[in-house]
């Protein structure tokens, strides 16, 4: 029998691993980080480690990286029954966590141009697009200021993680620093130096598209347009 390493899972995504045994892509893997698929296009289990980035919806391990998993993209290995079987080991889930969310402000009479920024979805380079982070920032911060979302999102258009935190931020959930950053900006704080640094940090260009889009809502609801003006 393979050793077993204990985890904690996302409510977000305990399904992929606590239901019934069913087959996952390894969508990439990093000494920190082991992305899994299903077909469907928006079910991604990340599974990380304590010092991985924790996104809303991973598998967290108690140790650090680097972890060997024993496996590359393109592998498929098995989930199911609270188990993810890798070859030379398994990765079973003892208990859960608790991700972050962005509580809802209250509900404003500011719009904001989600058709245009939806068009976006998809555009960019790497597992989660720049334009895709933007979207993610903006929807999080209209969330938080009580701007209405848009009812669906195109993620069929952008890779499988992306689509996956796309819907993740629609329901309110990121990485803890985009949470604290989002607080920080809705509650007026004087200075947020120190949470958009934390933001900027995240990824090589996640962050700032992150940022942008928070920005772009932010500045939006401090500049509304005058009654009677169309968008």
């Given at each position: 029998?393979?050793?077993?390493?204990?985890?904690?899972a996302?409510?977000?995504t305990?399904?992929?691993?606590?239901g019934?045994?069913q087959?996952?892509?390894?969508?990439?893997?990093?000494?920190?980080?082991l992305?899994?698929?299903?077909p469907?296009h928006?079910?991604?289990?990340?599974?990380?480690?304590?010092d991985?980035?924790?996104?809303?919806?991973a598998?967290?391990?108690a140790?650090p990286?680097p972890?060997?998993?024993g496996?590359?993209?393109?592998?498929?290995?098995?989930?199911?029954?609270?188990?993810?079987?890798?070859?030379g080991h398994g990765?079973?889930?003892?208990?859960?966590?608790r991700?972050?969310?962005?509580t809802?402000?209250?509900?404003?009479?500011?719009?904001?141009?989600?058709?245009?920024l939806?068009?976006?979805?998809?555009r960019?380079e790497?597992?989660?697009?720049?334009?895709d982070?933007?979207?993610?920032g903006a929807l999080?911060a209209?969330r938080?200021?009580?701007?209405?979302?848009p009812?669906?999102l195109p993620?069929?258009?952008?890779?499988?993680?992306s689509a996956?935190?796309l819907?993740?931020a629609?329901?309110?959930?990121?990485?803890?620093?985009?949470i604290?950053?989002?607080?920080a900006?809705?509650a007026?704080?004087?200075d947020t130096?120190?949470?958009?640094?934390a933001v900027?940090?995240?990824?090589?260009?996640?962050?700032a598209?992150?940022?942008?889009?928070?920005?772009?809502?932010?500045?939006?609801s401090?500049c509304?347009l005058?009654e009677?003006?169309p968008?």
């Open positions: 029998m393979h050793p077993t390493i204990p985890a904690a996302s409510p977000l305990l399904d992929l691993v606590a019934p045994s087959q996952a892509v390894v969508l990439a893997a990093f000494p920190t980080a992305y899994l698929g299903r469907e928006a079910k991604v289990l990340p599974v990380v480690t304590r991985a980035l924790i996104l809303p919806t598998l967290r391990l140790e990286g972890h060997d998993w496996v590359d993209a393109g592998d498929v290995v098995t989930l199911g029954g609270g188990l993810v079987a890798l070859p990765i079973r889930v003892v208990r859960s966590w991700p972050r969310r962005v809802i402000g209250s509900p404003s009479a500011v719009t904001v141009d989600w058709t245009s939806l068009a976006q979805v998809g960019g790497g597992l989660t697009p720049r334009a982070d933007v979207l993610c999080l209209a938080a200021l009580g701007v209405s979302l009812a669906t993620v069929e258009r952008t890779t499988s993680l996956s935190l819907e993740a629609h329901a309110g959930y990121a990485v803890p620093a985009v604290d950053h989002v607080t900006v809705v007026g704080s004087a130096t120190s949470t958009r640094e900027l940090a995240i990824g090589h260009t996640s962050g598209g992150l940022l942008e889009g928070i920005d772009l809502v932010r500045n939006t401090h509304p005058p009677g003006i968008s």
